[in-house]
């Protein structure tokens, strides 16, 4: 599964800066994640970093998008190879 951000969130920034595949930017109103770059820091942490570190919990695994960590794991390397091909 990919994460997404609830309306919770305060914009506090902290989560923007620890996502490794850059899926987390600012929506119209609240940050948001793009779950096709999400991977659930899969191929980077253990854990995901943004989760980590949000100081409202508002960052939930998102029911809609529902992957395997073989597919998470599928996903972080499809993006490595885009990074380095640019």
Known sequence: MALMITDECINCDVCEPECPNDA???GQEI???????????????DQPQCQEVCPV????FNPEWRESKTE???????????????
Do not use: R, W
């Not at 919990?57 to 939930?60: E, L, R, W």
């Not at 998470?72 to 640019?86: D, F, H, I, R, T």
């Open 57 to 60: 919990s508002c960052i939930p």
């Open 72 to 86: 998470l794991l599928v996903k972080y390397e499809k993006l490595q190879a885009e990074k380095a091909s640019n």
């Open 31 to 45: 940050y948001e994640i793009d779950p096709n770059k999400c991977t659930e820091c899969v191929g980077h942490f």
């Open 24 to 26: 987390i930017y600012m």
